[in-house]
T-cell receptor
Framework: ETGVTQSPTHLIKTRGQQVTLRCSSQ?????VSWYQQALGQGPQFIFQ???????GRGNFPPRFSGLQFPNYSSELNVNALELDDSALYLC????????????FGSGTRLTVV | DQQVKQNSPSLSVQEGRISILNCDYT??????FLWYKKYPAEGPTFLIS?????DKNEDGRFTVFLNKSAKHLSLHIVPSQPGDSAVYFC?????????????FGQGTTLQVKP
C-alpha cells in the first residue's frame, strides 16, 4: 500500500466533546507526525511517534494525545474540544525520525461548534 | 513568535518565466530547510530540501538557495508551468534533534498564468 490515508475527511463536533482522528501511514514508515493547520497558516507540529513511542512534542496541551500501532496506523485524540481546535489535521509519515521528506495525508477537517 | 516567515502571501507569474518564492527565518539553530507544495484538498508534497552546509540545491526545474548570514532562503522555479500553481510552504528544523518538529511558514500562493 502506498501513500498516507486519513479518516474521516470532515468532522463536526460540539465544544467539550472528544474526537479521534485516524491515519494509516505508508508501508515501511515507522515514524508518524501530526500537524494542525489553521486557516491561512502553515502546519503546526503537534507531536511525533516513532516505534509506538512519543518522540517529540510541540506546544500543545495534554488534551492532545496520540497512539501509534505496529500496523503503521496511528490516532490523534483530542479531549474537551474548544472552538479554536477547528482546523485541518495532517498526518505525515517517514521512514525514520531523521527523514523530513514526509509523506502527508490529505488531512481531516475538524469543525468545533 | 513566527520563526519562519513567508512575507508574500501570493505571487503571480507568466508561464515560462521564473518564479521566486522567499522565506526568512530567525532561529540560528535551524540546520535543515525544506519546501513543500500543496494543492487544494491534498496534503503537502515534499519538493526539495537543503542542508545548512550547502548554499544551493537543484532538482530539475527547482532550485533552492540558502543565505545563512541573512537567514534567508528562496525557491526558484524555471520555467514556471501552470501545473505549478499551488501553495508553497517553506519549513525548517533543528535537524540534529530528530524529533520530527518542522516549523512551517504561512505559505505563498503561486499562480502561473498560461
Amino acid at each position: 500500500e502506498t501513500g498516507v490515508t486519513q479518516s474521516p475527511t470532515h468532522l463536526i463536533k460540539t465544544r467539550g466533546q472528544q474526537v479521534t482522528l485516524r491515519c494509516s501511514s505508508q508501508s515501511g514508515h515507522n515514524t508518524v507526525s501530526w500537524y494542525q493547520q489553521a486557516l491561512g497558516q502553515g502546519p503546526q507540529f503537534i507531536f511525533q511517534y516513532y516505534r509506538e513511542e512519543e518522540n517529540g512534542r510541540g506546544n500543545f496541551p495534554p488534551r492532545f494525545s496520540g497512539l501509534q500501532f505496529p500496523n503503521y496506523s496511528s490516532e490523534l485524540n483530542v479531549n474537551a474540544l474548544e472552538l479554536d481546535d477547528s482546523a485541518l489535521y495532517l498526518c505525515a509519515s517517514s521512514p525514520d525520525p531523521a527523514n523530513y521528506g514526509y509523506t502527508f495525508g490529505s488531512g481531516t477537517r475538524l469543525t468545533v461548534v | 513568535d513566527q520563526q519562519v516567515k513567508q512575507n508574500s502571501p501570493s505571487l503571480s507569474v507568466q508561464e515560462g518565466r521564473i518564479s521566486i518564492l522567499n522565506c526568512d527565518y530567525t532561529n540560528s539553530m535551524f540546520d535543515y530547510f525544506l519546501w513543500y507544495k500543496k494543492y487544494p484538498a491534498e496534503g503537502p508534497t515534499f519538493l526539495i530540501s537543503i542542508s545548512s552546509i550547502k548554499d544551493k540545491n537543484e532538482d530539475g526545474r527547482f532550485t533552492v538557495f540558502l543565505n545563512k548570514s541573512a537567514k534567508h532562503l528562496s525557491l526558484h522555479i524555471v520555467p514556471s508551468q501552470p501545473g505549478d500553481s499551488a501553495v508553497y510552504f517553506c519549513a525548517a528544523s533543528a535537524g540534529s534533534s530528530n524529533t520530527g518538529k518542522l516549523i512551517f511558514g504561512q505559505g505563498t500562493t503561486l499562480q502561473v498564468k498560461p
